[in-house]
């Protein structure tokens, strides 16, 4: 049962970097963009707002799945059944 909680628990750690990540390199892409249009700073912040909501997006998906399956174990009798 601690082993699938710290599955769980470094699913949810790598979910959050993912969020991080989209919004760091979309944002770069954005950047870079901005240099080479003279645009700055629309495709920055174009590029920061998509990353942001993508790596949202992604980190509820991953928290929603990771409760269904806790939910699902628990159902099983596989969570433990203790006090909680």
Not at 3 to 31: H, K
Not at 45 to 69: D, H, P, R, S
Request: hydrophobic letters at 45%; zero cysteines.
């Amino acid at each position: 049962m601690a082993e699938e909680d710290r599955r769980r628990l470094w699913a949810l750690a790598g979910s959050g970097l993912e969020f991080g990540l989209a919004a760091v390199v979309l944002a770069g892409v954005g950047f870079w963009l901005d240099g080479h249009w003279g645009t700055r700073p629309l495709w920055s912040m174009t590029g920061l707002v998509v990353g942001v909501m993508g790596g949202l997006y992604l980190l509820v998906k991953k928290a929603i799945a990771l409760n269904q399956e806790a939910e699902r174990d628990r159902r099983h009798g596989e969570g433990g059944g203790g006090d909680g």
